[in-house]
């Protein structure tokens, strides 16, 4: 990637810009607006300016054009992000100190995109900027969320979910293309019959939602070109949103029932599917994402080359996860049932054009759909499916000559349709997220299937916007690095801050380096207490897990942890305890019993920690409600420690980690993920280690786990849990959380090994305290993982998707 090149902006100009917009559009100034007022004519400045600079990456690619389907893009808030990609960050600064605002004051009017939940949409969003600032062309596709995932609000410590209404301001950013509406169908009755020697299907009595797509501008860091994200809203035909007879008889409600069904496909992010009801929504927000999003490539790639022959060879489709796996009997669909090809020449199409990235071994992620709801929703995909799975079978029976292992690799097995099987079956690449991840890809999970097709697994470790994740949201830190390595180099070239490393031992440099982190966490700080009433200690540790709430992730071990400090300090009044701040951020999903149950401990151990002043001043819990990417961005510069504890085996690689070693903080870890990578990087002595590794976890499964025999030799354990049968001082008993770490349920007890794990991560928090406290050897430690952080940039990543998988140009 070249240096990056910007348009000037005088902030005289985009001051006028501002004032022009507010007058034109809403007929006011800037003293007389309201701060959504000013924030959305703020916003439509950039946007214009988006417009006079952007042009589709490379007008004559002479390559692939890669489309990129996540059922989440995690984009968070774009004011600050497109000013600083477009160079003029500053400029608009003080463009609006010339009209009397603040650029600060604005950014907060912007609400989060309420298009993601978690690991999953913030990659997406990463990628997708990383592909526009190195020159792949790519368009991105998810739905368009009316209501986000949900507000997340605490009551009395438990999670209460809320509507997010981030669309009435958030769409500022989206263009509606009303001209590419695209109509899906549902139900209906399957016809087949032969035409001229060949299969002609039609289908009746089908229902149909219409697929209007709303675009948003992605532009590059100092690049002319843009790219885009397409969303998808459905709405109900025109011809049948409303029952005139129903409504003309008072029966309003009977009357707009159609178009209430087909808008509820993306009123929110992942319904709660513990309930038919649930499945079979989560089903049709699949299809119509895929269906829409296939009918919108088809009809591009035909208008421009003419023929659909060559589609493979100007397209390539990535789908992530399983979510997306329904696009392959689709475009099956569309190949042979409107274009009129036959099952050979459509299959060797689809299977050179469609990759898949797993992103999670989780059994619960790797979706399987019972037939019967498949059949009765989407009859023709069910047919489809059937014949993949009639041509896949031979195969593995050829090769693997056993019916459980024949089962396990299946597309369809015991009446179910394995969406994992299908993608790695189909797909032409098959890729983990993490090298780790990739070895447990080909070598469990998938291990049939890589006997068969070796060569379709591949691994690219994930990376995050280090532009967004580093010099944007951590300003200080981003001068002291210009100041040091090379200027703005590592912008565009992210592996030059490893010329951080030599000034490994200048103490100006890493007392800087420590003061920055201070300063940090002082605005922190400020913020919490301005905002949230929550007062912090700046000169505590701050020890920050912040990521979805799932058992596997383990943030109980840290509240375990946490209880047993506090034991300590009670134990021990007059030891010199460090004092720490620990931090968390997360949401629960709506029917995640479990989760929402650790939520309310960590609350209830909070309030415990609180209420007793001898904890003053020592030791504090926060929870983070509402945790979203723009708390991300003032939380994660301030942090020191990055809690990443997930049971060894269970993450496929993280991006949080990360995000937190761009920002200097050190990683409190198992070998999971791309902790094992991050390991290689920096060394042991520069991470703090701990835990059972993923092949000793497999083994005591296999073997048999006891929990209950590291209980019985730890003390400290037994306390702890304890209390947590007994209830603290809110009265809240937890026996249900110790009854699974002791007996358990399907899963077996203690099913992520935290029993066998917590003394570990009790000793490597002290290894984190004794190194604390010597100030220069933490700094220096931080500064080689700001140093070594290069290899994490989307930039990387995008760049080995496109030579090793995608087959792309780019620069």
């Known amino acids: ?150 507000v997340q609000r605490i009551f009395n410590g438990e999670q209460i979910e809320q509507p997010d209404p981030w669309f009435d301001k958030g769409s500022v950013w989206l263009s509606t293309r009303a001209d590419d509406a695209v109509s899906v169908s549902f139900g209906g009755n399957v016809s087949c019959y032969e035409e001229d020697g060949r299969l002609k299907v039609s289908v009746e009595d089908d229902t149909k939602v219409l697929a209007v797509p709303l675009d948003m501008t992605v532009n590059g860091y100092g690049r002319a070109e843009t790219n885009r994200l397409r969303l998808w809203q459905a709405k109900s035909p025109a011809d049948t949103a409303i029952d005139m007879e129903q409504f003309s008889v008072g029966n309003y409600m009977k009357a707009t029932e159609q178009d209430a069904m087909a808008r509820v496909i993306n009123m929110v992010l992942y319904p709660n599917d513990n309930h038919m009801e649930g499945k079979l929504l989560r089903l049709r927000q699949q299809y119509f994402f895929v269906s829409a999003t296939a009918q919108s490539i088809v009809r591009r790639h035909k208008r421009k080359r003419g023929t659909l022959q060559n589609f493979h060879r100007w397209n390539v489709i990535q789908i992530n996860d399983t979510h997306p796996a329904l696009i392959i009997p689709e475009l099956m669909r569309i190949f042979m049932d409107e274009e009129g090809m036959d099952w050979d020449r459509a299959w060797q199409i689809v299977t050179n054009c469609v990759a898949y990235t797993n992103h999670t071994v989780l059994a619960e992620a790797l ?93 690219v470790t994930n990376g995050v916007d280090h532009r967004r994740w580093l010099a944007q949201i951590n300003p200080r830190l981003h001068s002291l690095i210009r100041d040091v390595a090379g200027g703005d180099t590592y912008l565009t070239r992210p592996g030059a801050l490893e010329s951080l490393l030599k000034r490994i031992s200048d103490e100006t440099v890493l007392e800087r380096l420590g003061a920055i982190k201070r300063e940090n966490k002082a605005e922190f700080a400020a913020f919490m207490q301005r905002t949230r009433g929550v007062t912090l200690d700046p000169d505590s540790v701050f020890d920050a897990q912040v990521k979805r709430l799932h058992e596997y992730k383990r943030q109980l071990l840290n509240a375990l942890h946490i209880l047993h400090l506090y034991n300590t300090l009670k134990d021990e009044p007059g030891a010199d305890f460090l004092p720490r701040t620990f931090i968390f951020g997360a949401k629960a999903a709506p029917g995640y019993f479990m ?217």
């Open 367 to 459: 979706e399987i759909w019972p037939k019967n709801l498949i059949e009765m929703l989407l009859p023709r995909i069910w047919m489809i499916l059937c014949e993949i799975d009639r041509r896949c079978l031979p195969l593995l029976w050829e090769a693997l000559h056993d019916e459980a292992r024949v089962g396990q690799s299946a597309v369809i097995w015991g009446n179910e349709v394995r969406m994992a099987n299908l993608c790695v079956y189909a797909c032409f690449a098959v890729n983990g997220v993490s090298a780790l991840h990739s070895d447990i890809l080909r070598n469990e999970l998938f291990k049939s299937q890589a006997s068969l097709w070796p060569n379709k697994f591949h691994n």
């Open 1 to 150: 990637m070249g240096a990056a090149k910007f348009m000037k902006y005088t902030p005289e100009e985009l001051a006028q810009s501002i004032r022009s917009r507010l007058q034109r559009n809403f007929g006011r100034t800037p003293e007389s607006a309201s701060p959504e007022l000013r924030f959305r004519a703020c916003a439509m400045a950039v946007f214009d300016l988006m417009g006079e600079t952007g042009e589709p990456v490379k007008k004559q690619w002479d390559g692939r054009e890669v489309h990129y389907l996540s059922l989440e893009f995690l984009l968070g808030r774009s004011l600050m992000k497109n000013a600083f990609n477009l160079g003029c960050l500053e400029p608009l600064e003080q463009a609006l100190s010339l009209l009397g605002l603040s650029l600060s004051d604005i950014a907060e009017e912007e609400p989060d995109a309420g298009l993601g939940n978690g690991g999953l949409g913030r990659l997406a969003a990463c990628y997708l900027e990383a592909m526009t600032s190195i020159g792949v062309r790519a368009t991105g596709y998810s739905l368009c969320y009316q209501f986000g995932i949900f």
């Open 595 to 811: 989760a929402k149950r650790i939520i309310r401990l960590i609350h209830s151990i909070a309030a415990h920690i609180a209420a007793d002043p001898a904890a003053r001043g020592k030791l504090a819990v926060v929870f983070l409600e509402n945790y979203s990417v723009s708390l991300a961005e003032r939380l994660i510069p301030a942090s020191e420690v990055s809690e990443q504890i997930s049971t060894a085996g269970k993450e496929a690689s993280g991006t949080g980690n990360m995000k937190f070693m761009l920002n200097g903080a050190l990683t409190v870890g198992t070998l999971d993920g791309a902790n094992v990578e991050i390991a290689e990087l920096v060394g042991p002595e520069n991470i703090f280690l701990f835990g059972l590794r993923a092949e000793e976890v497999d083994r005591m499964r296999r073997e048999g786990y006891s929990p209950k025999a590291y209980i019985s030799h730890n003390a400290a354990l037994r306390r702890v849990l304890d209390q947590l049968t007994e209830g603290l001082s809110d009265g809240v008993e937890y026996a249900d959380i110790v009854q699974g770490l002791l007996i358990g349920g399907h899963e077996g007890a203690d099913p992520y090994f935290l029993m066998a794990d917590f003394e570990g991560y009790c000793a490597v928090h002290k290894e984190v305290e004794a190194a604390y406290r010597n100030p220069a050897e933490w700094n220096r430690r931080s500064l080689v993982n700001i140093a070594k952080s290069g290899f994490f940039a989307a930039d990387r990543s995008i760049t080995e998707y496109a030579r090793n998988i995608w087959n792309v140009p780019f620069g």
